[in-house]
């Protein structure tokens, strides 16, 4: 019964879109109807600014942090049950009961389960997006290729549950992900306004 409340719970607090709600009650904007029309953290910077991007980053996050744990919360001990749980939370972000069952990309909530299941494998996930992201300026090939290498690094920890739920949550990125591969190969992809990808873009544009 408590497993099943956690599932359910999960999914709840998954389903919570940050991206709009934070848009719509604080900056009057409804992020679907600008920018990517996401409801993810990337677009909320784009349209909110930094302020906003930043709170729905973290409101993200810890959806996926607090949705894994509830196992833990309501006194399951299997500390692998994080995981299994955490995906409801993805699951709930990814088609959200809040908003017809759409949603956003889960790179944000994917993290906050790697936080609450460990948080030094949580930190080289960081550290792997952040530098993908100075070397391309682009934050879904971060998310998609450093999903991959994640996946792989997870291998080293020889937590065959790990990398099971890292290979599940790699082919969710790779598929919401489709339209930005489209743009990529068209030469159209969105970038940061800052890293070697940017930087090496103005100079083709000034050439």
Known sequence: MRLALSFILAYLIG???SGVWVGQWFFHQDIRQAGSHNIGTTNAYRVLGPVGGTIVLIMDILKGTLGA??????G????????????????GHTFSIFIGFKGGKAVATSAGICLAYDWHFFLIACAVFLSLVLLTSMVSVASTLGMGIITVWSLFYHDWLLTAVATCLWVVFLVRHKDNFARIKAGTENMVPFGLGQYLRQRRLQH
């Open 15 to 17: 389903s919570i879109p």
């Open 69 to 74: 744990s509830l196992p833990i919360l309501l």
């Open 76 to 91: 399951i001990p299997q500390h692998w049950l994080v995981l299994i749980v955490g995906l409801a939370a993805v699951a």
